[in-house]
């Protein structure tokens, strides 16, 4: 490695004042992609903010794993306190460290095999209640799913659909602005009473009610729970103290936040690859067929499902959800042999890295199979849906295993058809969603192949 102080490349067609604004507004997606050509660090600037785009997977290794002392997590998660200041994916330091350290044990793998049946059991009815006769909004129905997966297995409450769709517009309010201030950081403007700003004041009245609710009724019912809410209910300080209302409130609220769209989001792209290929949805019949039977879900059982999980795999490498990530150096850091200064802002996109020629062949291409262990893998660090190091993903192990249960659930009962209508593109807001997903479903099996509920 060259010991001389480098400073990075900058990307071309920069205009002043403005900077790589109009591209990056224009297409953000094929803008960072772009930017690959470059170099592994390329800088751009936005009006007067320099920003640093690291697309090497070394240097992301070493940023995220051996240097992460010297990084905070950067202007996207600080806009997403609008969910709640100190949250866990938003906190710093030793805050951050103690929380992770408290909540962990519930995203433990043995904690999983629990989760599963209340899975099982909150999903399968909203899957049987699908009917033919409708185009279903496929994002939207993901949504709900999910949402109701992490609020019954975290916080042992179902909300009704009409609660369900509140919360849901809610997080979805409450993202567009935390990307819109992240991508147009100008201070004064969020403090100014726009309708966006109004719009997500709203938002986050909506989401502290619902979520104020289901603290309020583990209060009342002390015993009734073994959740994350009664953990956090439970958990005192060092003082003594119980944790702030305010405090418990941010941390439902930021899980329900970080696991629902983007689990959400992996399912909608993977019905809508199956949907453009019927050999790819045979083999998911085929393994569903023969590997489901009449007991209920395990995480031995989920791991039978090989194809499905390649699937789950494929879709979180070509579709990465968490397609922009932010980090700032809290301090001068090198990074191979690029020097930083302190509070440069840096993004990384797993979803730019996962589409990059030299680490995966024929990288547009939506194939499952090159997951199966005898394909050569992609190196060390190539596949980083979920992140990597201190602050990666809880959820991770939860997510996998939600992802593979409704994708072998709906298949065991349904197909997903296209529609006619515009061709579906990526858009790349806070996860990557697709721009309208609408799906037919058609019933496929007897009821006697559906799984008994746990
Ligand atoms: C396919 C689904 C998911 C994807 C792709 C995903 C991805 C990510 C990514 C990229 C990060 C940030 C990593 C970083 O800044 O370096 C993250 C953080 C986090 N995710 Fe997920 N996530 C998913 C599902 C979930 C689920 C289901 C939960 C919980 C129910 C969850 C809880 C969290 C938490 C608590 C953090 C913050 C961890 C920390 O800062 O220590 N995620 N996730």
């Not at 953000?28 to 785009?53: C, D, E, M, N, Y």
């Not at 043995?110 to 049946?117: A, E, L, M, R």
């Not at 890295?353 to 499952?368: A, E, G, I, K, N």
Request: hydrophobic letters at 40%; a positive charge; proline letters at 8%.
């Amino acid at each position: 490695m060259n010991a001389a102080s480098h400073v990075a490349s900058e990307a071309p067609g920069r205009v002043p004042l403005i900077g790589h604004a109009v591209p990056l507004l224009k297409d953000r997606l094929a803008f960072l992609q772009s930017l690959r050509a470059h170099g592994p660090v390329v800088r751009i600037t936005i009006g007067p903010k320099t920003l640093t785009v690291i697309n090497s997977p070394d240097l992301l290794q070493e940023m995220l794993t051996i240097k992460s002392k010297h990084f905070s997590k950067g202007l996207l998660f600080e806009k997403l306190k609008l969910f709640g200041k100190n949250a866990l994916p938003v906190a710093e330091g030793d805050r951050h460290l103690a929380r992770r350290r408290l909540m962990q044990p519930a995203f433990h793998h043995q904690q999983i095999d629990q989760y599963i049946q209340t899975m099982h059991a909150t999903v399968d009815p909203m899957i049987a209640a699908w009917r033919d006769t409708e185009p279903l909004d496929l994002k939207k129905e993901m949504q709900l799913m999910t949402q109701n997966v992490v609020m019954a297995a975290l916080f042992s409450t179902t909300p009704d659909r009409d609660t369900g769709h509140a919360i849901l517009k809610g997080v979805d309010t409450l993202f567009a602005a935390a990307l819109r201030r992240a991508l147009l950081p100008l201070p004064w403007l969020e403090r100014l009473p726009t309708p966006g700003n109004r719009k997500a004041d709203r938002a986050s009245r909506v989401m502290r009610t619902a979520v104020g609710a289901v603290i309020a009724d583990h209060l009342a019912n002390p015993n009734a729970y073994d959740d994350i809410v009664s953990l956090l209910l439970r958990t005192r300080e060092q003082s003594g103290a119980p944790l702030a209302d305010d405090d418990i409130l941010s941390e439902v609220t930021g899980l329900l936040a970080a696991g629902s769209e983007t689990t959400a989001v992996t399912l909608a792209w993977l019905f809508h690859e199956l949907g453009r290929s019927p050999n790819l949805e045979q083999q998911l019949h085929n393994e569903v067929d023969t590997t489901l039977t009449d007991t209920p879900l395990t995480t031995k059982s989920l791991s039978q499902l090989a194809f499905t999980r390649r699937l789950v795999n494929e879709s979180l490498r070509l579709y990465s959800p968490a397609w922009l990530v932010t980090r700032r150096t809290t301090e001068p850091v090198r990074l191979g042999d690029i020097d930083l200064p302190a509070g440069q802002d840096i993004i990384w996109s797993p979803y730019t890295l996962h589409r990059d020629p030299t680490l995966y062949s024929d990288p547009l291409q939506f194939d499952p199979d090159r997951w199966l262990p005898q394909r050569p893998q992609p190196p060390k660090g190539a596949f980083i849906p979920f992140g990597t190091g201190k602050r990666q993903c809880m959820g991770n192990e939860f997510a996998l295993a939600e992802a593979t249960l409704i994708t072998a659930l709906i298949a065991s009962r349904w197909r997903l058809r296209p529609t006619p209508g515009p061709a579906v593109q990526p858009v790349g807001a806070i996860t990557l969603h697709p721009s309208k997903l609408r799906m037919t479903a058609e019933a496929r099996t007897p009821a006697s192949h559906h799984q008994k509920t746990a």
